[in-house]
């Protein structure tokens, strides 16, 4: 009899710890997520050295993540709104400050890659 009990606890701490490997592996891979996107933000890229092709696609994917970039930062700005109703300042501020920087890297890349591609339009 209390061997069978001890499979049991064996087993639920299997998969228990089953399930935590598998928790700790989408808390990983949520992680790269985020951690792309912000990498892809704050990245520069050279664009004069890009082919045409190269920008045109760059730009389409960049376009595509504009709805993306604005869930984001809208959702930083109603953390900052809650943060500054219910704590100190900080917060709010470091993640107004955050949010700003997301929006003017992204327009900045976007402007970037179309003042590429129309001065080469222009120069050819």
Do not use: C
């Not at 890009?50 to 696609?57: A, F, Y």
């Amino acid at each position: 009899m209390p061997y069978r009990y001890l499979t049991v606890s064996a087993t639920r701490s299997v998969g228990s710890a089953r399930q935590a490997e598998l928790e700790g592996q989408e808390r990983t891979q949520r992680f790269r997520i985020f951690h792309n996107l912000i990498i892809r933000m704050f990245s520069s890229k050279d664009y004069s050295t890009m082919t045409r092709d190269q920008l045109v696609s760059e730009e389409k994917k960049l376009k595509s993540q504009k709805t993306a970039t604005a869930v984001f930062i809208g959702f930083l700005v109603s953390i900052a709104v809650w943060a500054a109703s219910h704590t100190g300042f900080v917060l709010p501020v470091t993640l107004l400050i955050f949010s700003f920087l997301i929006g003017y890297r992204y327009s900045q890349n976007l402007k970037g890659i179309q003042a590429e591609i129309s001065r080469r339009d222009t120069v050819h």
